[in-house]
């Protein structure tokens, strides 16, 4: 099996288990409360199975079909889509375990995953003549509807980190000073990526200032890059399912 079928297989089961745990069920009003406390249980357990198979399947499909190992960390390649399918597993995860009234008030969360997605599946550039965070874009000679696009984009970018700033990083500070895990987790998820895109491109960065850097430690930076975005999404997605088992805790009591 040619290692793109397999990501595809794998894309395809990830998208109906996301819809799966997506649903709710019709016949919550008549359940027992045994019946509930096994829901209870079971999802965030379900999830996390879900998220450490998609991290084992990349980094198996990784090796196992390319040598050396980091010749598969390209893009489109099975950690970035993995990266991508994890992203979006977030933004799953945050509507099946918020009400209503917490997603009117943090939409932004959701939102904020689901660029990552897109941004791990390049959206940004996929599209358009240039990248949207590209200069040229604006100031050359693209169709004035690919501008607009790409203007709306960085405005709904900056509205969320707004949102975050505003609403959500008072929340994490708080569950920093309760030592919660999931505030943790984010920190760790945050760190791991800040330092996965400092090391992006460190060839070319360094060459910038003109010093060549030996490609064997290229090569080395750019397999951390990949992984650690790989397990930043990961870490991610285990926080929210603490934090998807504690609100569902709550509602049992």
Known sequence: MKLN???????????????????????????SQAGHATKIISAPVAFSALIAASVGFAVLATASYY????????????????????????????????????????????MLFSLLCARELDFDKRFLSEGILQLRLYSGDAPLWEKVIGGLVILLVLVVLW???RVNVPILMSGLRHLSAWAWGGVFAVGSIVVAKSIDGIGRKFADFGVTLDPQLIETAMVYEELLELFAAAIVAWSICLVGAQIWRDKKA
Not at 7 to 12: E, K, L, S, W
Not at 98 to 105: D, H, I, N, S, W
């Open 163 to 165: 949102r975050l700033l």
């Open 5 to 31: 079928h397999a990501v595809q297989i794998y894309i395809r089961s990830f998208s109906i288990s996301g819809a799966f745990m997506h649903s709710k069920t019709t016949h919550a009003a008549a359940a």
């Open 67 to 110: 040598t050396p190992f980091h010749s598969g960390l390209h893009e489109d390649g099975p950690v970035e889509k993995v990266s991508a399918a994890l992203w979006a597993l977030c933004a799953i995860m945050v509507f099946y375990f918020a009400t209503l009234p917490a997603l009117r008030k943090h939409w932004q969360i959701p």
